[in-house]
């Protein structure tokens, strides 16, 4: 999934922070929900503006994040 289609950063809007479709709902609000274990169902019925494809928008978000971090080799 391209998650760039779904995924925008604009400055004026929640800080800079990813929000999902230009919408005020952030990446780290629906990961936050996905972590505290409620289920996509629940996300969308909590908010009827999200779709399963930006729940999953966010976690290709999130893994693309990840993969791009550096990593620092432990000191010995």
Avoid: N, Q
């Avoid at 391209?2 to 004026?12: A, F, L, N, T």
């Avoid at 479709?21 to 274990?37: F, K």
């Avoid at 019925?45 to 693309?64: G, M, N, Q």
């Amino acid at each position: 999934m391209d998650y760039r289609e779904r995924i925008s950063i604009e400055p004026g809007k929640r800080g800079g922070k990813p929000c999902i479709r230009g919408l005020r709902i952030t990446v780290y609000d629906i990961l936050e929900y996905l972590a505290s274990g409620m289920s996509e169902e629940e996300i969308v019925a909590d908010f009827p503006d999200l779709t399963r494809e930006d729940i999953r928008a966010c976690l290709a978000f999130a893994a693309d994040r990840e993969r791009k971090m550096v990593s620092v080799p432990p000191v010995v």
